[in-house]
Structure formats: C-alpha cells, structure tokens
C-alpha cells in the first residue's frame, strides 16, 4: 500500500469553512500565500525601523513621535537614546533576515510552486507545512512583543553576541526579558525552518510525477532543493546555539560567559565560557544563512530569465544547478570570515580566506550564465525581467565590495564601518528582494488569477533601482572614509563632515520607502480589479503555466501528467522557444 | 516484505496517477502493488532519513561545542558516570531488539499467517515499556549526580552531561509518542509499512546515538 502511503496525506480533500480554507489551511497554495503575507507585513515594520535610525543618524536630535509614545525610555520625548537606537538596529536585521529574507523567497513562493512544479498535488506533509507556518507566525508575534515590554528589544545585535546577550539585564536594556523573548522567537523560527526543509526535500525526492526526472525540473525547484539542505543542516545548528544562550542566561551555566567578567561594576557569577564559541556557532549557521537568503534568488533569476529572454540559458540546467550545489556547500566552510577581527587565531584567518575567495568563483560563473545568456537573446523588458537584471547589478556590486572583505589585511580596515553594511544590503539584502519582487510579478498572474498593472511596474522598478544604488553606494563610500558602524550618531571630529552624505542617504531611503507604496497600491488594486490573467501570460513553459490561474485545490484538476523533456530542452528543429509548457501532459 | 494491512492493499486510479519518484516506480496498468511497495521509497521514510540528518547536525554541533569549551576550559576535571546509564544502555538496545520482534509478528499479522493482533501487540508494548524504562534509569542517574551536588551549573562537565542525556532524552520521548501512535494504528488495523518502518529507523538511530554519547560522556566527562 505504498502508493496510498505516499498519497495518502497528500489527497486530502477540499477544506470546508472559512477557518479551514483561509487560516488553518494545510493547502500549499494557501500557506505560501500566508508566508508572502507575513513577509510583506514584516517587510513593512523592518524598514520603518530602518527609517527612524535614519532620521536619527542624520537628524540626532529628531523627534519621533511615535518612538515617543513606544518605549518613553528608550525614546523620552520621541529622541532616541543610543541603546535603543541599537534596539532597532537588532531588530531590524532580526526582522529582515528571519522573517522577510528567509521566509519570502523560500517559504512563500516555494510552498506555492514547487509541488505544481514538479506535478504534485500538495507537500509531503501538509500538516507539518501548516505547522511551519504557525509557528513562524508566533515566533513573529514574540519578535515584535520585545517592542511593548517595559525594557524594549534586545540592543546585542542580530548576531546576539555573547557574553552581551548572556549575562541577562545587567548588560543594559532589552537585554533581560527583551533577549529572552528574541532567543524563543528565534528558537521556534528555527523549528519551522526545519520542518518546512524538511517538507521540500521529501516533497523534491518522493511526489514527482511520471517523466519528471531531476533533469527536467524547474530550476527554481532546483534551488528551493538544494537550499532546503543547506537550511536544515544550518537551522539545525542555530537551535542548539539558542538552547546553549538560554541555559546560559536563565540556568547560570558558563558556555559562554568567561569568568571575572564584570558588567556595570558587577562580577557576573559565571567561569571559563567561551565568547568565541558563540561565535563559531553562531557564524555556522549565519554565513550558510546568506546563502540560504540568495540561493532561492538565483532560483527564482534563473527560472525567469529562459522566458523573457526566449531562449534556454548558457550551459542548460547543469551549469547554474552545478554552481549553486558549489555555493551551497562551500557555505559551509566559509564562517570565519565573519571573525577575522574578533580574536581568532590569524592562521585561522588565512583558512577562511581560501575557501571565502574560492566561493565566489560558483558565484561569479551564476553571474556570468544571466549575462552571457542575454547575449543575443529576443528580449521582452517586462517587470519580471527588469527586476531580474536589476537582481543581478545589484548582486555584482555587492559581491565587489565582497573580495575587499575576503582578505584579512583589507578586512581588518573595513570590518566595523558601513562599508561592510552597504555590502551586505546590496549583496544579499536588496539582491534578495529584488528577486522576491522579480517573483512577485512573475507569480502573481498564477497566484491571484489577475495581472498587475505593468506601468506602474515597471515605475515601481526604476525607482526602487536607483534609489538602492544612492542609499547603499553612499554607505559604502563613507564606510571607505572610516565610518562605523552600529554608532547613533556622529561623534568622532573626522566623521562629522559626512553629515550631508548621511542626510543624502537619509532622504533616499524615505523616498526608497515612498516608492514601494506604488507596489502596495498596484498588488491591492490588481488583487481586486486587475485584468483577469489567462492560463500562461507570459509564455513560460514550466508545469505551474499548464494550469488554471490560479490552479484549482489539487492543482492540475485530476490530469495526468506525463513529462516528456524539461523547460529549456526544445525541439532541435524549432529555434524558437516554446510558447506553452514543454513538458506534454497526457490526456485527462 | 508484505503490507501490514490485513485486506489486500486497494489503489485507486486517481491515486495511481501520482506516482512520485520521477516516475520511476510507476505501477504497470494490471500492477501488482505488492511488489512496488518493496522497493519504493516513500515521504514517511525519507522525511525520517531527511530529519535523522538534521538530529545528526544538532549533535555534532553540541559535540563542537563540547571539545571548544573543553579546550578553553582551564581546570577541566572529570566526572564519574553513575553505573545506572551501563544498564540503561542495555535497556536501551533490548528495545530494539523487541522492536525487531515487533517488526516480524507485525509481518506475519498482515500475511494472514498470524491471527491474533496480541502477539505483535504484546512486542510492541515490551519495547514501549523499555523505552520508558530507559527514561526512568537517565532520571536516576540525574537524581544520583543531583545528590553529589553536581547540579546543571555547577561546573561545565555537568553542564553539558545535563545537556546531551536531556536532549537525547526529549528524543526518546519523541520516538516513544511514535511507538504509541504504531500501535493505535495496528489497534484499528490500519498500519502501513512505511509507517512502522519510518518509526523503527528512528528508534534504532536513536539507540547508535545513544552509544556514541556515552562514549563520548565516558571519555570527555
């Protein structure tokens, strides 16, 4: 009975009721829905948060109302006080890596096409997948709860460095209950993204329908594979680490507290625990967790360019699949590039520095694939493509700044300035949402069963593009000047004269912010009354255009489905490129 | 091996459609389910396979931490292991023994050679109880190190003994809401293979695991 094993959790049958149709849904289509929701809904608090350390940095003494009125501590009479302009800071990369970089591209629009993509009806587990998606929402909710407590969110940073995040309230506020509600939050996000790993590797290996051998998979599907592993090996480290902080800070134990360290002039009772071994665990998980952020980017890139620019890529599928099997375990031993300056051993330093320049090698033949396969290719500028490009200028320009910082000798210059901020916004932060948003107009069509407005679109582009490029250049070009990081305000003598470049950027990351409201009011408008969108808008020839938009419950309306040749394997005969999903489906 | 559904295993043509696996198992027209069962993989297994790696991952990384703080720590001492966790381990591996046995009378139960659902009841209950013994014997040893006053933080080598026989413990724990889960299912006759064959992987796992952290407890500790 295998068969029905296999199946059996998958045909469950069409919800009834409001609450089991659009809440508790264990539909994949309604929690990638529910993922993109949350994403966008926390992508909305991260960068307001982003705006009022603006404000501060180039205004010091700006009142926030609204700050004001949120932690009278933290912010009395709306102007914040340094530690908790860091309480931001935490919990805008907390925010922003976890619940929109990690979720978006992965876990929302993973959930939703992968099994159409590779021909399934639903994941492997539905219920596991809508518990994934519950227990990131209360890891959410405890993540902004450390806003309404009495001491305010944690000040240690999303990395949460030890002993700062260990010793408990003695190390300044939010760092009591502010750190505790953080570890939880992050523990249970943990928890999801293990099982929704989990989920996409059985769902990869096991529900593919007839024909559908790795080799004609989707390349998307191909990158939401290979980084399902690479989430559930690093997640499944971060939890430990969490567990060992919470012990640390709640049991009295010494994993990463050293002894005679005092805080505000008390001797904290705790002997011989490593910081450093914090950050060995922490940096275990985190650099595989930017990867874990772009590696779906170059997916959902890689699955969108064949179709805009009507031809196959360069090197097939082999080639970009083959480059990001490379980057994601490369990732793996690449962590103590994060720590060349935190006291590590040099030797060590020059170990991680090999491994760190090899990585992007995968990374740059990626790049090299997008362009080269521009080259003479009929290409339609529609929104999906220009945000692709617009992915990939921003991930070269990142991954610049990135060989400065591979070496110890440049890094141990630029470690603490914006210049390392600017880096990673570009490289993995703005890339990363770019791409998010290159699928969000490629999707929407097959996900709502409307076309957004291309116009609007395509305005949305050009003014999110170069308004990245003045905000995250600029950051980077003061960060060369000697501009540190994680300070409120400009202090030191040398860094006051960058006022107007921080003013500059200031204004350019409101009018930034502005510009995605054109993106708000195009998805709630085209959601209700945009034009209705047909099966396959775009001539893409990948499983989830060969159904209805969007697809019915069981997604594909109890056909078989027969695949006879992937999406950039095209008749020998026929140059063209295929208008309408290559893979042939049999019969009804 | 056979299904351990008693009536022979029915496959509807809409279920049929959906063979998984790139096809490759796909059941010829007049199929015999019997035989794809065998040697099919199935979401329930590779979901065990897939979450014992992410298991594997999480000890390694307590293992890590374990030789980094061990090598920082000055004044490592050394703990003596309470006598207790020799015989929990000898608990522990009868379990899977029992489950073997499980896994045998479970088999003749579908094939119809046995016809009392008791017998691979009774195995199955005998592994519960192990299992739950195991749980008791690692409470002892806690209480017996509790009563030399070695508690969770009294020094780093308690600390990470607490550590690792408490997470292996949460995971018996797990298995054990598994074994039960097997046996409600057996109780209606509704027990698949692969369920019992995902449940037995990762009890077994749990069982090596349990050996290389007394091994690693024994010689760090």
Same mark, same amino acid.
């Given at each position: 009975?295998a ?33 993109? %929701? ?81 021909g ?16 990131t ?29 260990a ?117 275990f ?8 952020i ?55 330093a ?25 080259y ?6 529609? %929104? ?40 990673f916004?570009f490289?993995?932060g ?77 204004i ?19 959601r ?19 159904? +209805? ?12 489905l ?13 140059s ?11 019969? +009804? | ?60 990384a ?11 720590s ?25 489950l ?7 088999t ?12 691979p ?59 039960v ?41």
């Open positions: 009975m068969e029905t094993t296999a199946h059996a959790a998958v045909h469950h049958a069409p919800p009834q009721g409001f609450i089991r149709k659009y809440i508790f849904s264990i539909d994949h289509k309604v929690i990638g829905i529910q993922y993109t %929701t949350l994403s966008l809904v926390a992508a909305f608090i991260g960068m307001v948060l982003s705006w009022a350390m603006r404000i501060h940095l180039a205004w010091p003494n700006a009142h926030i109302p609204i700050l004001g009125w949120l932690s009278p501590n933290g912010a009395p009479g709306g102007v914040m006080t340094p530690e908790y302009y860091l309480s931001l800071m935490t919990m805008h990369g907390t925010i922003m890596a976890f619940f929109v970089l990690t979720a978006a591209p992965m876990a929302g629009y993973g959930n939703f096409m992968l099994p159409i993509q590779v399934a009806a639903d994941m492997a587990f539905p219920r596991l997948n809508m518990a994934s998606f519950w227990v929402f209360i890891g959410f909710l405890l993540a902004c709860a450390t806003f309404f407590i009495p001491d305010g969110p944690p000040l240690s940073g999303w990395t949460a460095y030890a002993p700062l995040s010793v408990g309230s003695v190390a300044g506020p939010g760092q009591g209950w502010g750190q505790n509600l953080w570890g939880l939050s992050i523990a249970l996000f943990c928890v999801a993204s293990l099982l929704g790993s989990l989920n996409f590797i059985v769902t990869t290996l096991d529900l593919r329908t007839k024909g559908m051998k790795l080799s004609r998979m989707a390349l998307s599907t191909w990158a939401w594979f290979i980084n399902a592993w690479v989430s559930l090996l690093a997640f499944a480290v971060l939890l430990p680490t969490c567990l060992l902080l919470v012990l640390d800070r709640l049991a009295g134990t010494s994993f990463f507290i050293p002894g005679g360290l005092v805080f505000n002039d008390q001797l904290q009772p705790h002997s011989g625990g490593s910081p450093l071994l914090f950050q060995h665990l922490f940096w998980f985190g650099h595989p967790e930017v990867y874990i772009i590696l779906p980017a170059f997916g959902i890139v890689s699955h969108i360019m064949p179709t805009f620019i009507r031809k196959p890529l360069v090197g097939g599928w082999k080639v970009i699949t083959f480059a990001e099997i490379a980057v994601g375990t490369l990732s793996f031993v690449v962590w103590g590039h994060h720590m060349f300056v935190s006291g590590m051993s040099p030797y060590m020059m170990v991680f520095s090999v491994p760190t320049l090899f990585i992007t090698i995968p990374s740059v033949i990626a790049v090299l694939v997008w362009v080269f396969s521009l003479g290719a009929n290409i339609r500028f529609d %929104t999906p493509l220009l945000y692709s490009l617009g992915f990939i200028s921003l991930f070269i320009t990142g991954g610049i700044g990135g060989f400065f910082l591979a070496q110890p000798s440049t890094d141990s210059y630029l470690h603490a300035t914006s210049f390392v901020v600017g880096h916004h490289t993995m703005l890339s990363a949402i770019f791409a998010t948003f290159a699928g969000f107009y490629y999707w929407f069509p097959k996900m709502f069963g409307r076309m957004l407005n291309e116009k609007l679109g395509k305005l949305h582009f050009w003014l999110s593009f170069i308004g990245v490029y003045c905000v995250f250049i600029t950051m980077q070009l003061t960060g060369m000047t000697g501009a540190v990081r994680r300070y409120s305000a400009l202090v030191d003598d040398f860094m006051v004269p960058l006022l107007p470049a921080y003013r500059f950027m200031t350019a990351a409101l009018l930034l912010g502005a510009a995605q409201l054109i993106f708000l009011y195009n998805a709630i408008w085209s209700f009354k945009g034009p209705k969108a047909p099966d396959n808008p775009w001539g893409a020839t990948t499983l989830e255009w060969d159904t +209805t938009s969007p697809p019915p419950f069981d997604n594909f309306g109890g056909r078989q027969i695949v006879y040749h992937g999406p950039m394997q095209y008749d020998g005969e026929k063209e490129m295929q208008t309408s999903p290559a893979p042939s489906i049999a019969g +009804t | 091996m056979a299904t351990t559904i008693p009536e022979p295993p029915r496959i509807s043509d809409r279920l049929r459609d959906y063979s998984g696996n790139g096809g490759k198992n796909w059941i010829p027209a007049a199929g015999n389910a019997r035989v794809l069962q065998d040697r099919r993989f199935n979401p329930a297994q590779t979901g065990i396979w897939v979450a014992l790696a992410a298991i594997t991952m999480s000890f390694a307590l293992t890590s931490a374990l030789v980094v703080r061990q090598g920082v000055v004044g490592w001492g050394h703990i003596t292991l309470p006598p207790i966790l020799f015989s929990n381990t000898f608990v522990l591996l009868a379990s899977s023994v029992t073997e046995f499980a896994r045998r009378r479970v003749s139960y579908a094939r119809g050679i046995e016809s009392n659902k008791a017998v009841m009774g195995w199955l209950a005998a592994t519960l109880f192990l299992g739950l013994l195991f749980i008791a014997g690692q409470y002892t040893a806690w209480l017996q190190l509790k009563s030399q006053g070695l508690y969770l933080a009294t020094n780093t080598n308690s600390s990470f003994f607490y550590l690792f026989t408490g997470v292996h413990a949460a995971h018996i724990l797990g298995g054990l809401l598994g074994l889960y097997v046996m409600s299912k057996l109780h209606r006759s509704v027990l698949r293979r692969s369920t019992f064959a995902a449940c037995a992987q990762y009890w077994h796992f749990m069982d090596a695991l349990w050996l290389y952290l007394l091994l690693l407890l024994w010689t760090r500790i």
